[in-house]
């Protein structure tokens, strides 16, 4: 089986359960963007609109409101890379966080550790492993050696991502690791990185400009509205 390390874009597709499948066709192209401090509300809104479940299984406990709140107020993006996917409406429905703690980027062996989580309504689309791939390819640019994940041994589908991408997985009891080995960068994953990003802009751009054309016409109907409403209430009137 190919894997990451095999090929930092194409990666074979390898048969889950049926009862793993979800219905939809995961898309061929997946605009990604990286998203700095200025979206560390949007962060919060995609965050808090998981349910318990998801919370569960994103943070390994039941992370309450005011935790979620903390954490998204702790992630430093002047160290950490974070990578996000909106919709239309660029409400960001997916984010993951590619946190680099100090005292693993001083190590011999770096590593830097991978969390994501996917609008619910969003799920099967792939969104999941184009952002592990994201974040892995980033990694190997930062010359990290390791890309580590930790997630409760339920957490099936993020564990599926990291075994296909040629994790090694250890379990222990409730809990999982992943250790995924990366190659060292070179021209085609920082070239990949590149052009992924600007993807990923152009995309955001593009929506940027749809929703403000969808703004322009919503105000030129209304004024519209008004006019006629306005020339309706002469004709009663009579004046
Ligand atoms: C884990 C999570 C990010 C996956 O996101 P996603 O966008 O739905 O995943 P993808 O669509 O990329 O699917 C990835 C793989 O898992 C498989 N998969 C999807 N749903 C699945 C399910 N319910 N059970 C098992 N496998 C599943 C897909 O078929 C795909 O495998 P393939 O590439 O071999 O076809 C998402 O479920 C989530 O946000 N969960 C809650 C938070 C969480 O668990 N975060 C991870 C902790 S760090």
Do not use: C
Not at 13 to 18: E, I, M, S
Not at 43 to 54: P, V
């Amino acid at each position: 089986m190919e894997t990451f390390t095999d090929s930092l874009i194409e990666r074979e597709r390898v048969p889950v359960a049926a009862s793993q499948q979800t219905a939809r066709k995961p898309a061929a192209l997946v605009p990604i963007r990286e998203i700095g401090p200025r979206y560390r509300e949007h962060i919060a809104r995609h965050i808090l609109a998981l349910d318990a479940r998801d919370r569960y299984l994103r943070f390994g406990h039941a992370a309450g409101d005011e935790q979620i709140r903390r954490y998204v107020e702790s992630i430093d993006f002047k160290r950490d890379d974070v990578f996000g996917i909106f919709n239309r409406e660029l409400e960001l429905i997916a984010v993951a966080h590619l946190a680099y703690p100090p005292e693993m980027a001083q190590a011999q062996d770096s590593r830097a550790e991978f969390g994501v989580s996917v609008s619910g309504h969003a799920r099967g689309r792939g969104y999941g492993a184009r952002l592990f791939e994201r974040a892995a390819t980033r990694a190997v640019n930062h010359g990290m050696k390791t890309l580590y994940i930790h997630a409760l041994s339920e957490n099936t589908v993020m564990l599926h991502i990291a075994r296909k991408a040629g994790a090694r997985v250890e379990r222990d009891g409730s809990e999982s690791q992943a250790w995924l080995s990366l190659p060292a960068g070179n021209f085609r994953t920082w070239l990949s990185e590149l052009l992924t990003e600007r993807v990923g802009r152009a995309d955001h751009w593009l929506k940027r400009e749809a929703a403000r054309a969808r703004d322009a016409l919503e105000i030129v109907q209304e004024i519209g509205d008004g006019v006629r409403e306005a020339a309706a209430a002469r004709q009663r009137t009579g004046s």
